[in-house]
């Protein structure tokens, strides 16, 4: 993502200086299969635009949530789900969000980055939507993993 690479250091010197200075940092700790790891948070105007994990001392996974920042293929946030997928088998598969339901696809092409779709869903949690109820949903956030 940009300058940031698997190889950038989980610093905040190193995220900094890959960012440049149109972003704010932040760091945080949380828990994650039961181990306490840092993350970072790049602010644009006060809203968060990326979350920067990592383990073993490197970026292993970044949330893309600024609208400005496009994948290689030209999907941003709000994308809608029809305009890259015509149905979710094979694609995606169900998300796991504390704020309802999402559904995550990888990125045709990529074995790194897949995209976060959300949208209006009233049927059972476990279940996911329909191809026709996913069409409107749109790109939520960009993830890049390691």
Known sequence: VGNLTASTALSEQAIG???GSSYRLRSGMKTANGNIVRYFEALKYDKV???INGESGTISRIDVRDSNIKAASGVKIGTPFSDIYSKAFGNCQKGSNDNGAVVECKAEGSQHISYAFTGNWSGPEELMPSD????NWKVSKIIWRR
């Not at 026709?132 to 069409?135: G, H």
């Open 17 to 19: 200086d890959a960012l």
């Open 49 to 51: 635009a990326l979350t």
């Open 132 to 135: 026709d109820t996913l069409k």
